[in-house]
């Protein structure tokens, strides 16, 4: 026992007992053999291990004995771990470290998508951008007119893509479809979208080639995705020459809860800056939202969303016909919009993604062009679930349903038609990542419309490769239907969804600060609705005639972006080239290039900040050419849409100045629409012997607009 | 019996104290390397170290604090915005593993909102408004968890300071709080040789500034 004692006591007073020791050296390379210098080595529980120099060469000496693991990692690297057995001498063990997959050496899907977001590194606009872009004024669409595959139409709202009419881009919030993102229709004059860009951390624009998830939109879908919880409770007051507004959000540990309110009356604006219109009661909007979000576990999220929006206005347009020029037609407005959704997002078992969303929308619209009187009611519930399930490292599969209920009436007079459609879609779709440089994405969709007994099965395909470090190149296809507008699906003639097929190629180079891409594309219509006559007035009954039209879009889109070049500076080009035509007139076999469609366009957007004045200057330059109009003295088949108006300039700027008042954090800014006073023709009206016309253009000459956003949010310095 | 039991309580403590022996003089000796440590390699090399010392001792928040410290100053001499993000990123996911050994620790919640307003370097133009006023939650946060802790009151002091004054920053607003740090800082005591007490003379530092 003594013996033994003492033993233990050697052991409590000699702690260190060396037995042997084991030399362990090698290298840590790449899968290109080039040196991992940082890497880490170490002996799995135990503090023993090594650094790899710039030659990432390592050496350490253990006096552990027996069989252990030995770890190599690194930042941006795949650990590898080796099983050894130690005995003492030296050792000789290499790693080869293989870089775990990141945004820098991972292809992504690209064609036709232009994302933004607060959270990935690499965008090519972010949030910020939209609001800081000249001619944008703070209004999402008008910042992504600047993007090419857009056309600048300024007589109207929408986003008219590749060829398109506004109805063939749908705008989604979190998976729920907007059936009114623009604020409504006035003849002649452009309306802007109704959310703040504030309200969302992304947005993905696509201007073709998207995927299975999203349907009924030939041409582009612009899917938001809204904010989660603020940072913190905070205020906002906004003070402009149209009006003003202000909000808060109470931020609790895992709620949140929002109201915001504004009220837009151009009254004294229009009273300011001349009007080429004959207004009788200039706009004015009340607008008001709630915004709820609740954090149910690490990785769920539930947010509810409430806006409602109310607007009016009446203006007087010239009688054409009268020569003597002294009688004047009426229209007046008003219209109540509600929009709602709540969705429920969550992760599970790290590998199952769920989403589902609910909405409920209702937009109404009363119209008085004289002397008739129209209303309009447009409602829609829907309601979509889809589950995503991860695959690897990258690769994942997703399945989704959807279904539309949207009752609809509108009242001419006294007649009135009532009706329902009920829309269902289901998809599935893959992406599978064959190697970190090569992705395949394949997907299926099928609908179906109630009101146009009618189904239909579209399929969709990208391939993505990359090239080098920073390019890629992408193919996509695939098959996109839309039912036809609301309007005519009640017509018992139509059963055909209008269908276009793309055609897409994409190349893109990405570096942190530069951004090109150039992405040619084919698209091609069928079933297009056929009309009689062009439609002049948004509020008119339209009858369709049948539904084989037919029709292409080919061209071919560049952008180039720099943030690099000079310093505090960061601006991009885009120029797109449309060859477009369709027939979508009963009377004319031909196709014929549409009143919407400019040939070339060209976009400059220009930001520069300021450090020492505390200020941002920015210049947006937008260049279109001439668009068709219809001239009644040439509508014989070979001279019809022959015309075109002259081409569109326009150059506005943007000056921001950050400031504090009363502490709280202030941005003024200033914005000039058309500063060099471009006369712009964006189409003509005759009368209807086609002896006289008038030119329709912008609503004002130039447009100035003010504004000072005070941030009101916790004192900083208390 | 008795003896055996008194035999068994003699080996085990000897072999705790033999263990957490060596835990002080390996963490003794790194902290010692960290002081000196100058270079990016130098930071990363350390970093290394608390990493190895971390993953062989799951019970201690320690290692992997001082690991997310020198990933952050080992970023300084990274410029691949791409590869400062995955420094701090690793950083922060380091923090969160020490936050799950020691939860509501006013010191690693101090080093998240350092690493969060690190973050913002990367790309202030579209950082700036949601990482700092994360950042300076966080710095509240470590506040209200010790209020006696000077380096919470010091990273505020030093955002302030180098914060344009239009963003409601500026020398002057940096200046009481960096006065409130440099006096909390005279009064801390670590509680143990191996406690963070970084940032004392940096305060003072940019105290001097503020008041010239």
Redesign the interface.
Known sequence: MRFY?SI?FL??FF?VVVFSQTTISGRITDAKNQPV??A?V?I????????A??NGSFKFTTSDEGDVVVVA?M??FTSVEKKLRLSGGEITLNFTLKESS???NTVTITAGAFEAS?EK?MVIL?P?DIVTTASAVGDIYGALQTLPGTQPTQEQEGLFVRGGDASEAKTLIDGMLVSNPYFSSVPDVPQRGRFSPFLFKGTNFSTGGYSAQYGQAMSSVLVLESEDLP??S?GNISLMTVGGGGGYTKRWANTSLGANATYINLTPYFSMVKQNRDWDAPPQTFSSSLVFRHKTSETGMLKAFLNYQYSDLSLNYPDIEDATNNSKMHFGMNNYNIFSMLSYKDVFDKKWTLNLAGSYSKDLSRVRPYPQSLVFSNQLWQARGTIAHSLGELSVIRAGAEVQYNPFSNLYNNDRIDSTELFSAVFIEGDAYITHKLVARGGLRVENSYLLRASNIAPRLSVAYKLGKFDQINFAYGDFYQTPDRNYLIQTNLDHFEKATHYILNYQYVD?KRTFRIEPYYKIYHNLVRVITPMRNPYEPMTAEDSKGKGYARGVDVFWRDKKTFKYTDYWISYSFIDAKRNSLYNYPEELQQTFTSNHIVNVVWKR?F?KL?SSFGFTYAYASGRPYFNPNKMDESNILSDRTRDYHNLSINLNY???IH?Y?TIISLTVGNVAGFDNVYSYTYNSDGSRRNAIGPTSKRSVFLGVFINI??D??E | MKKYLLLLMCITTSVFAQESKKFVSAMEKNLATLKDAKTGEDYTNIANAFERIAKAEPKEWLPSYYQAFALILSANDVSDGMKKDAIYDKAMAVAKAAEGISPDNSEIVTLQSWITSMKITVDPMNRGQKLGMEAAMLTAHAIELDPENPRPYFLKGSGLFYTPEQFGGGKDKALPVLETAVEKFNNFKPKSKLMPEWGKDRAMMLLDECKK
């Open positions: 004692l233990f052991q409590f702690p210098a940082g880490n170490s799995r529980d135990s503090y023993d291990g090594a650094s120099d710039a990692s930042v941006g990141n945004e820098l607060d590194k972010s910020l940072p913190r905070m942190e900040w450090p505390r950050l400031t504090t502490k954090f949010g916790h900083d310095t």
